[in-house]
């Protein structure tokens, strides 16, 4: 598959990328993505949840009726889970969500992404560029330039470029990556995903 190459203006500039099949062309295998993307979200969940059990509540542990004889149900202590203001039965306790996903099984989820992105025609690519200072403005205009302002979007880099990263900090659906910070989720969370020359030449042997 071929792409055209585009400078920050959004001008074509008559030269021509190729996206390399055994990244971009394969069959999306989707239970992999499920896999990848549901360990992404899992390793972000801090896990510090906790609310009280029966022993770990204060109040009194007197029992507030006799056990026959009323005509109600049986009763304990005020602790009781059954209680206004009571206990929680099988609370959430602190837990560590983080689970193991092979490399091979990462690898296939984020080329199947890739591919989706690429059967959707959601993959523009752009001359080397860098900022000489950070300046949104200039972000902005490349996304319009680009004519992806009002879409979100990853621009994936090959390597870290201080200027670019702060000028697309401010912008709500703009994010800037480098290569190895590139993973399944990111991919799919983009409506459109926008590639350096440099950045799609270590992506292609991926």
């Known amino acids: 598959m071929e792409l055209s190459v585009y400078n920050i203006k959004g001008e074509a500039t008559g030269k021509t990328v190729v996206l390399n099949d055994s990244v971009f062309g394969i069959e999306p295998n989707d239970h992999a993505i499920y896999l990848d993307v549901k360990q992404f979200l899992a390793n972000g969940r801090q896990g510090t949840h906790k609310s009280k059990e029966r022993s770990e509540l204060s109040g009194s542990t007197r ?13 304990g202590d005020i602790n009781s889970p059954v209680m206004v203001g009571g206990a929680r ?13 092979n490399k091979k099984v ?13 059967q959707e025609n959601a993959i523009i690519v752009v001359e080397d560029f860098a900022f000489e200072a950070p300046k949104t403005k200039e972000f902005v205009a490349l996304t319009k330039g680009l004519q992806v ?8 880099l090959a390597d870290q470029n201080k200027n670019v990263y702060l ?38 042997n991926f």
């Open 167 to 204: 000028s697309a900090r401010n912008l709500e659906k703009a994010s800037v990556v480098t290569v190895p910070e590139l993973n399944t989720f990111k991919v799919l969370d983009a409506k459109c995903l926008v590639l350096t020359e440099a950045s799609l030449a270590v992506i292609n």
């Open 89 to 101: 039965v099988f609370g959430p306790k602190p837990r560590d969500y983080h689970f193991k996903l």
């Open 106 to 118: 990462k690898s296939l989820a984020r080329k199947s992404a890739l591919a989706y992105k690429a």
């Open 63 to 75: 029992k507030l009726k006799r056990q026959k004889g009323t005509g109600g149900a049986r009763s």
């Open 149 to 156: 302002a009002d879409k979100k979007l990853v621009l994936v």
